[in-house]
């Protein structure tokens, strides 16, 4: 049986215990081999028609891929960390017993300035939570805010996010780099929010608007997988066919966005940055010596 048939049969036919622990293995060596992933990731990974056991492009064969990775973390197969969500985020106030245990805790957070010398400043939006979260490491590490504007972003939002650039005297040009779905919707996302950005960004500060993930071309050279557009949209009229950004490897994802970010930092940035935050936080450490008396 053809792994394109075994995938149109899914609807009408439950998978024996042999073909689950197939769709497991399947999972745990996508996972392995790139992590952490959010479940959506996974999901468009799954329903490649070339594997051994593939899931069908549905609401149906997501909730199954999305029980199979609750199974496989509860059961120890899978670390929990492998799967990235931010849907769901605890909020925690921090305590400390004195100004040496603060100093120590913190000590661990500081962060040299790594666009300090740039020309530009940079921030990243992503359509979704999904696409944020296999993100944020790479975000954090080269110093670049996250923003996961759950489709069209609120006017509070945008207007909260400019106002982050406002509140200061830095002009120099802000760089936005957009991950979404390449969809009738999701072309349409991008530019609200490029109109809203800059309605509400100062007029000397230049904005550059720069949609990264997912393009037409990416579609094409990644063999990305894609769906019919829905009967009816009206919508964009020149997209053919619709790619969420989920289907994009999310290794591939962050390789884009580090070739993006990185263009954009003076030379060996990063690496002067590691330098700089060694000794201030040696001299953090000393402090809390002191302080402990």
Known sequence: MSAVYR??????ERRTKERLEQLDAQIIAVLKE???QSVRHVFYRMTD???PEPV???DRGYRHVQDRCVKLRRSGRIPYHWIADMSRRGYFTNTFSDAGDFIRSMAGHYRA??????????EVWAESRSIASVLTDTCEELAVSLYPCGGFASLSFAHAAAEEHNGDDDTRPLIVLYVGDYDPAGV????ALERELRTHLRADIPMDFRRIAINEEQVQEFDLPTKPRKEGDKRSQHIEYTVEAEAMPAHVLRDILRANVEVLLPENALHVAKVAEASERAHLARMVKMLGG
Request: glycine share 0%; with cysteine.
């Open 188 to 191: 349409l996302i991008d530019r």
């Open 113 to 122: 300035d790594l666009w300090r010398d740039a020309d530009y400043r940079c």
């Open 49 to 51: 028609p070339r594997l």
């Open 56 to 58: 069908e492009k549905s």
């Open 34 to 36: 790139d992590h952490p």
């Open 7 to 12: 995938a149109s049969t899914l609807k009408r």
